[in-house]
């Protein structure tokens, strides 16, 4: 199977043949074609029906992008145009009145469902809110805060200065405080101060 050619490569081959063809063949004779004769001017005829083929067809090519591309245009200004027609027609009418039924403006039917359709769809629901743990009215009254008791605090104890939880005797230590100095009476000397004692231990000096 021969590749197919493109458009321009297949017209450059007929020109050649064409060109080739006038040169070297003439118009008189023939050529076998398909184990037939066929005369020269006949396969001239051939190659040149080829390239005028194309070039009609490049036309009409040509011809029908421009005519795609005005009805598109067309189309576009005719839904522009339709939108506000519609807009005027049920705005001076009414919705659904003999003029917008003789405009082609319909009212637009809400589609109606199965009964299988709004079973499926009250089960699909149901699943849903199941899913997501949602609660309808009465079951969110139902729902009631509690409080969670808490331990007593444990009493505080008071240790006295002092004391020792070991059994062993307290050791009591008494700070000496000097005392008071008395006035001397008559010039005679003062007493000495007094140092109190440690476990009963007499102070040392």
């Not at 405009?103 to 299988?116: I, M, S, V």
């Not at 009631?144 to 009591?172: D, E, F, I, R």
């Amino acid at each position: 199977m021969s590749k197919k050619q493109n458009n321009a490569a297949v017209v450059d081959v007929c020109t050649k043949r064409l060109t080739a063809l006038k040169a070297y063949a003439g118009q008189k004779g023939t050529i076998a074609v398909n184990g037939k004769e066929m005369k020269i001017s006949k396969v001239i005829a051939l190659y040149q029906d080829c390239l005028d083929s194309r070039a009609q067809l490049n036309t009409k090519r040509t011809e029908v992008k421009a005519a795609m591309a005005a009805r598109a245009n067309a189309e576009s200004a005719r839904a522009e145009a339709d939108v506000a027609l519609q807009g005027w027609v049920t705005s001076k009418f009414g919705v659904g009145s003999q003029q917008a039924l003789d405009f082609g403006f319909a009212p637009r039917k809400r589609a109606q469902r199965t009964t299988e359709e709004k079973a499926q769809a009250a089960k699909l629901a149901l699943a849903t809110r199941e899913a997501r743990h949602t609660m309808g009215s009465v079951q969110r009254k139902l729902v009631k805060g509690t409080l969670v008791p808490t331990a007593p605090a444990a009493p505080a104890t008071n240790t006295p200065v002092g004391s020792s939880t070991t059994g062993q005797p307290a050791v009591v230590v008494a700070q000496a405080t000097p005392a008071q100095p008395q006035q001397p009476l008559n010039g005679a000397p003062a007493p000495a101060s007094t140092v109190t004692a440690v476990n009963g231990a007499p102070a040392s000096h």
